[in-house]
């Protein structure tokens, strides 16, 4: 897809470099009418001169137009006064000092102490000397005043001072006689030619004071070093604009550091990197109350610029080698280098650098590495104190200037591996760097975190970002992902630390949910045969072992008094996707983790206010109802439990069945006692108000059930026609093409086939009721056919979406529906 760059340009721009630019141009066409009115001066003094009128002209108009003709024939369009101030200042220093080491010599008086004889001597002739290169300095000074003085006054100002003579002139008005023939046209053309270098002075003035106010402009920054930057690009983008107006056109910071980084000069590669760096400060620090399209275009025209752009690829190379602890920069360039590089990770293909990840991976390493490679940028007393250390083999304190620049480095590092281990073939070149998993991995396995503050202290932000990048390896797929998860899984102390986090009630709780993510992930590569039995995360040896794991998860969920809605709502979560991977082994250890625990599974889906912790909790009793099979108490307790869940939607508030408990006929016992009530609180009509993620597994639930053969022949009181009637309802109401109600009517249509297959003669349901839930579920298949087929195409490459969806259209689910309504149930074996 062709780019549009100066679309990207105009998207990253900071305001302030769009007002440098417009500046710049708008000064580039000031110039240019400036040295276009000097050629007209030029051009009016040489008619005056040479068309027949210097005999009429009186000397003061003949030694005006000769100064005019000097000031526009001194090269003096270019009227840019402070490089010329600059220049010859940069001249008369240099004049200085060749004289006084022309002189002087290598008779200086650092140097004396090096010849033989008296010291005295040596004193007076360099004092000697000093002096008459003092002299002869005096002298050219005054040469100069006399001389060049006022060459260089005329060569700064002569542009205002041939508009202040013009303007003396058109006063005065008196040119000489014009009073027949040719001396007639005198006056206009001397008009003409004074008018025009009148107007080039004015515009030359205005330009002056724009000139001074440029100096305000890059104000908006407040670091300094961003005020530096903006006037250099000032200066240059003017300088430019002067030879090409067009030179402003798709440029700004980005583009100006990517042409500094990709140049020859090492001193314009490191200018590049700084300024790129500022560009990326100030965008950002903008985004805090602007539009974030500036981030966005900022960072696609960087993509454009170092990656795609075929004349600047070798720009990352240089970027990744800046990194580099063993290479030639200290710890701010490198910090800035890696800071531009954390932004494009997203999009670096690690196999294009061979040498990429060992220069990424030097940000990572120890902080005595670290101390290593800076003592060339430290004080002559850090050296020393370096050096001390390496002889005494201590280590070297954390605290301070160091440690915080270590630690900042440290982020940068792990923060560009976490956005590269989002492509699978950077993965691969990471899993095989050797030592590379395990230096990611230091900060959680080192238990930083235990050994802090209360709300652990600083190094908190590293152990969170070395467990970002964890998450990305984990979630790798094929063998990558399996000898990651491996390597991860076979560091007992960092699966101790992870979880010890989870249990942390000081830990915030984006890091205990991250935890839970990591080690569900290494729990459900414990599936199959091709794992090796030197997984540890298996073995009972382990400090942590699955069952704990299970068992943890389970009380996170089921103590709502102890532990936040949400990280509950993400245990819940986890406990569902284990409980789905099929295994009586899985199923075994949550069900046998108390003696209740079903029973708070079912509160948590009746009572819960937090709909995700009721959404975890349905899933949860649906896997556990298709993975135990084993005919025990705790069988008998799960069937009790789900069977008090399903009589509350199928009940309108009745849980009875000819005066017995619903709960107790699967169990051979009648009593109903007060316990059982705290099933009360569904009811028929309160299925319309239930948010979607909790009635789509509710249904599931129902469907299962049925599946399964463990609901009881109901009483005619259970209000069979309503359920069927309300569920048509929502159906109609919720036919928007929505991925939620996609899944709902899903869950709705494997329910009525569940349903229909048990009723398979006689029952309380009428057969026109299951005709019109159909119906509607057909026309709103209809309506979400073009999703359902993207939904089912998505799927199939993701094991987790295949799950909760079925991989199945719902005008397939439909036309079974259809199937069984017409062979199963006819009309007469339906019940009134």
């Known amino acids: 897809m062709a780019v549009n760059l100066e679309q990207l340009v105009d998207d990253s721009d900071w305001t302030e470099v769009k007002v440098i630019n417009r500046y710049a141009v708008f000064m580039s066409y000031l110039s240019m009418a400036i040295k276009g009115l000097g050629f007209l001066v030029l051009t009016w003094t040489t008619v005056v001169l040479l068309g027949g009128f210097v005999s009429m002209l009186h000397k003061k108009d003949f030694w005006c137009l000769t100064f005019i003709t000097l000031v526009q024939t001194a090269g003096i369009f270019d009227v840019n006064l402070n490089e010329k101030l600059g220049y010859m200042k940069n001249a008369f220093m240099g004049f200085f000092v060749a004289i006084v080491w022309g002189i002087v010599g290598e008779h200086m008086a650092p140097q004396m102490t090096m010849y033989p004889g008296p010291l005295v001597i040596h004193f007076l002739t360099y004092m000697c000397l000093m002096s008459v290169a003092l002299l002869l300095t005096l002298v050219q000074v005054v040469v100069f005043a006399i001389i060049l003085g006022p060459l260089a006054i005329i060569y700064v100002l002569g542009i205002f001072m041939s508009g202040v003579i013009s303007l003396w002139r058109l006063i005065e008005h008196d040119y000489g006689s014009n009073s027949d023939g040719e001396a007639s046209n005198l006056s206009p053309a001397m008009d003409t030619l004074y008018y025009l270098a009148l107007l080039q002075g004015v515009l030359f003035c205005y330009r002056f004071v724009l000139g001074r106010a440029e100096k305000r402009m890059p104000k908006a920054g407040a670091d300094s070093k961003v005020q530096v930057v903006l006037q250099n690009y000032l200066r240059e983008t003017k300088r430019g604009c002067e030879k090409d107006p067009t030179f402003a056109e798709g440029r700004n910071l980005t583009s100006y550091a990517v042409d500094k980084i990709g140049s020859n000069s090492p001193v314009d590669c490191i200018s590049g990197v700084k300024i790129l760096y500022a560009a990326i400060s100030m965008v950002e620090m903008q985004d805090i109350w602007d539009s974030p399209s500036n981030v966005t275009g900022q960072r696609m025209l960087m993509k454009h610029l170092v990656l795609s752009a075929s004349s600047s690829r070798h720009v990352l190379q240089k970027l ?28 670096i293909n690690l196999e294009q650098f061979p040498r990429g990840i060992q220069h990424i991976s030097s940000l990572i390493g120890t902080f005595e590495q670290y101390n290593l490679a800076e003592p060339y940028t430290s004080s002559k007393k850090e050296y020393e104190h370096h050096l001390k250390l390496q002889v005494t083999r201590r280590r070297p304190s954390l605290a301070g200037e160091l440690g915080e620049a270590y630690k900042e480095l440290l982020l940068q590092g792990l923060s560009i591996l976490r956005n590269l281990a989002a492509d699978e073939n950077n993965c691969r070149v990471m899993s095989d760097t050797r030592d590379l998993v ?36 984990t979630n790798a797929q094929g063998e990558t992902g399996t000898k990651l998860r491996r390597e991860i899984s076979s560091d007992a102390k960092a699966i101790g630390t992870l979880q010890r986090i989870v249990s942390c009630k000081n830990c915030k709780e984006e890091l205990r949910q991250r935890a839970i993510w990591i080690l569900r992930r290494l729990y459900k590569d414990t599936i199959g045969t091709n794992i090796s039995a030197n997984f540890d995360f298996l073995k009972r040896g382990n400090s942590y072992c699955r069952e704990d794991f299970v068992r943890l998860l389970v009380n996170i969920f089921t103590h709502n008094n102890e532990y936040s809605s949400s990280i509950r709502g993400y245990a819940g979560e986890a406990l569902s996707e284990i409980c789905s991977l099929g295994r009586i082994s899985d199923a075994t250890i949550v069900i046998q983790t108390s003696g209740d625990v079903v029973d708070s599974f079912a509160q948590v889906l009746l009572h819960e206010e937090d709909k995700t912790c009721g959404q975890a909790a349905a899933e949860i009793l649906e896997h556990l109802c298709t993975h135990y099979t084993k005919d025990d108490e705790y069988l008998r307790k799960l069937k009790k439990a789900i069977l008090g869940v399903i009589g509350k939607i199928l009940c309108c508030g009745d849980v009875t069945h000819n005066g017995k408990d619903i709960e107790s006929l699967c169990d051979g016992k009648e009593e109903y006692s007060d316990r059982d009530k705290k099933y009360e609180g569904f009811q028929v009509d309160a299925l319309s108000s239930m948010p979607l993620n909790l009635l789509s597994p509710l249904l599931s639930l129902c469907g299962t059930v049925y599946d399964m053969r463990l609901i009881i022949d109901l009483h005619p009181q259970l209000d069979a026609s309503n359920f069927l009637n309300k569920l048509k309802q929502i159906v109609v109401e919720k036919s928007d093409s929505t991925v939620e109600n996609l899944s709902l009517c899903k869950a709705t249509g494997n329910m009525v086939i569940s349903m229909m297959k048990y009723y398979t003669s006689g029952g309380f349901f009428k057969q026109e009721d299951f005709g019109s839930l159909i119906e509607a579920l057909s026309g709103t298949s209809k309506k979400m056919l073009d999703l359902d087929y993207s939904v089912v195409c998505s799927s199939a490459s993701s094991s987790e979406t295949r799950m909760k969806l079925d991989g199945r259209t719902l005008a397939s689910l439909v036309r079974e529906a259809k199937e069984l309504l017409a062979t199963r149930l006819p009309s007469a074996s339906f019940g009134g």
């Open 320 to 347: 990744l080698e800046m990194m580099d602890s063993r290479g030639l920069h200290d710890r701010e360039i490198r910090n800035q280098a890696a800071t531009i590089v954390e932004r494009l990770a997203f999009y």
């Open 438 to 473: 395990s230096k990611i991995m230091a900060p959680v396995t080192s238990d930083l975190l235990d050994h802090t503050t209360r709300d652990h202290g600083t190094w908190y932000e590293v152990v969170d970002r070395s467990m970002e990048v964890m998450s990305q390896l």
